[in-house]
């Protein structure tokens, strides 16, 4: 079903190079607009502020039947989660027998699917999160894109990063580095144009809150990058491709997706100019906000010094003491294991991803600063021996949060967290790292997992470390926190769609939508689980529905 018709586009053609001749729209206007727009470094719509916790579904345009996505997405919005972000995307390189598919992208040349099986299931989706009251981000592309094994059963789509992406387009245009996705021209032109097919339909739509880029933009994926790769490549095709958005559709904010690595030393494409404008003074009672000074690396060293001296201080008091660095000069030098080097040395601050997420916050059409976090693929800071891992982990995900809140005040935009997650030992089978599509730990059993020696945090320790980052993120002034990602049971199973269906089948078949027809292997399942899926977790739904209520309150 198609809700868009073309009238309708060809009206928002016209109407978008109305607006475009008007000079300048009032902040006025913008902040009474039915979309989302920023106001100083908030959201706002309709003339209100909007704060969200929002969820990822990437998996939803895969679901065959609209009762699926219905009750997924009304199951979601009962919590009181306000948006949803998912893949705009869905490259093939030959056109699967079953299933939704968006692009054909083959030997260089592309065709987009606009049929009921291509871009008319993103309209469904959109139109079903409308009738939820839900705003969806719609990312562009992926930076993650590796080729299966040959030996992998899972069904196409179950996994993130099998959703085609950038490497798809460097393979298919006969390239050879990943970063060739940002800099060849007739890759460029292609990817402009499934871009503008997309955004031409939406430009209408209150319902989406943003066009992101691209999911975690970097010079390197599993294609290697090229020598020449820098800061500077990406955030130049982030303003080329934001610039292309903005002529298109006056109405939507454009965001990164970027996973958020900072680099004070790097040279700038967008320098913030002047003193850093005054984050908007807290109310009376009311957290102090982040200071709107640019993050710079003296300041994280101290920062870290500061709760290891703490970490030290709670840990003399309970005894606890571990005395396994060494003494340099008087000074505690932790010993050299993996994750114990200074963050300011490692990958979060030196650009060696090719991504300098402040200066590309600051271009100005990208609306809003965005960020991700998860400790399972990349470390945030150095570990502490003084306390357990999993707080390691807590605690250096709150201060990248208070970190990137601070980087947002100082470009002056909003600050969203759009994808957070952490593997436990009941989803360690399931995990699979953005750039792999083996699950290390598949064959741990429960004994091991549940041991010391295997892989995940409890569920207690997960809880806790949500809480901790949601309450952190709330109170440095986020105006987005976004899980990743939703599990979903009772979806229906078929050929084509992303769904397992369990393999001892209790279930019935269910009845199917009208207009479709019944396939014999019908049954019922789980959506996909990449290690981060809540399926059935009451605890984590719990304090994703708290949280958006301080969030909505705040
Ligand atoms: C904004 O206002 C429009 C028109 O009055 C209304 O249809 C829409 O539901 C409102 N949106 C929100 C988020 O309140
Ligand atoms: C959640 O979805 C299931 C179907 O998958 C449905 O039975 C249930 O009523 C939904 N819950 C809410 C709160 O919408
Ligand atoms: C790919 O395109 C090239 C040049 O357009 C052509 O020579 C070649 O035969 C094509 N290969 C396939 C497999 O279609
Ligand atoms: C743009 O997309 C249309 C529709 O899929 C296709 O016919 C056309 O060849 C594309 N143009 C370029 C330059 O890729
Ligand atoms: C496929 O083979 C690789 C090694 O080549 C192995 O690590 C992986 O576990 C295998 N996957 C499956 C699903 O058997
Ligand atoms: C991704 O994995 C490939 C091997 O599959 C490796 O060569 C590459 O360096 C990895 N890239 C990153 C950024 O980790
Ligand atoms: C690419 O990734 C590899 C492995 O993670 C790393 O050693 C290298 O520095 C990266 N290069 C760039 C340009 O990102």
Not at 357 to 373: A, E, K, T
Request: aromatic content about 8%.
């Amino acid at each position: 079903m198609n809700f868009l018709p073309w009238g309708t586009l060809f009206f928002s053609i016209l109407w978008a190079s109305v607006v475009a001749a008007i000079p300048s729209r009032t902040i006025d206007t913008r902040a009474s607009s039915p979309y989302v727009s920023t106001s100083g470094s908030g959201f706002v719509v309709n003339g209100s502020s909007l704060k969200y916790i929002g969820t990822n579904v990437y998996w939803l345009p895969t679901l065959n039947t609209n009762e699926d996505i219905r009750n997924t997405l009304a199951n979601i919005s009962a919590l009181g989660i306000k948006v949803v972000r998912l893949w705009a995307f869905n490259d093939v390189a030959t056109i699967p027998a079953d299933g939704t598919w968006l692009q054909l992208i083959q030997n260089g040349t592309v065709s987009v699917n606009d049929g009921p099986n291509g871009l008319q299931k993103l309209d469904t989706v959109i139109q079903l999160a409308e009738e939820q009251g839900l705003y969806v981000i719609l990312s562009l592309t992926n930076n993650w894109d590796p080729v299966p094994l040959s030996n992998d059963t899972r069904l196409r789509n179950y996994l993130s990063n099998n959703y085609g992406g950038m490497d798809t387009y460097v393979r298919q245009f006969g390239l050879q580095t990943h970063d060739q996705f940002y800099t060849n021209p007739s890759v460029l032109t292609s990817f402009l144009n499934y871009t503008t097919q997309v955004v031409s339909r939406y430009v209408n739509s209150p319902s989406v809150f943003s066009y992101e880029l691209a999911n975690d933009a970097r010079c390197n994926s599993t294609l290697p990058a090229s020598a020449t790769c820098t800061t500077e490549t990406i955030t130049a095709w982030h303003a080329t491709v934001a610039a292309h958005i903005r002529s298109i559709d006056p109405n939507h904010l454009i965001s990164s997706g970027v996973g958020g690595y900072l680099c004070p030393d790097c040279p700038k494409l967008y320098p913030l100019t002047a003193p850093a404008p005054p984050v908007t003074s807290p109310a009376p009672g009311k957290k102090k906000r982040s200071q709107a000074k640019p993050v710079t690396k003296k300041q994280i060293l101290r920062e870290e010094s500061e709760r290891r001296r703490r970490n030290r201080e709670v840990a003399k008091r309970a005894g606890t003491l571990v005395e396994d660095g060494v003494r340099v000069r008087g000074r505690w030098v932790s010993t050299s294991t993996k994750r114990q080097q200074s963050s300011t040395s490692g990958s979060l601050y030196d650009g060696s991803y090719g991504v300098d997420s402040q200066d590309i916050s600051n271009i100005p059409d990208i609306g809003f600063s965005s960020f991700q976090l998860f400790p399972d693929q990349q470390s945030y800071g150095p570990d502490d021996p003084n306390i357990p891992s999993w707080q390691n982990i807590e605690q250096n995900g709150a201060q990248w949060i208070t970190t990137q809140a601070q980087s947002a005040a100082a470009v002056g935009k909003p600050a969203v967290l759009t994808a957070f997650g952490l593997v436990t030992q009941a989803n360690a089978p399931d995990f699979v790292p953005f750039n792999s599509t083996v699950a290390p730990f598949a064959s741990e059993n429960l004994a091991k997992r549940q041991s010391t020696l295997g892989y995940g945090v409890t569920d207690q320790q997960q809880a806790t470390t949500y809480t901790t980052w949601l309450d952190t993120g709330i109170a440095s002034g986020l105006n987005g926190i976004v899980q990743y990602q939703w599990g979903q049971s009772g979806l229906t199973a078929e050929p084509g769609t992303t769904i397992d269906p369990p393999t001892t089948t209790g279930e019935s078949p269910t009845p199917s939508s009208p207009g479709e027809t019944p396939t014999p292997q019908q049954t019922t399942g789980s959506s996909p689980n990449d290690g981060y899926a809540i399926t059935g977790s009451n605890t984590v739904q719990q304090i994703l529905g708290n949280s958006a209520q301080s969030i909505a309150a705040d």
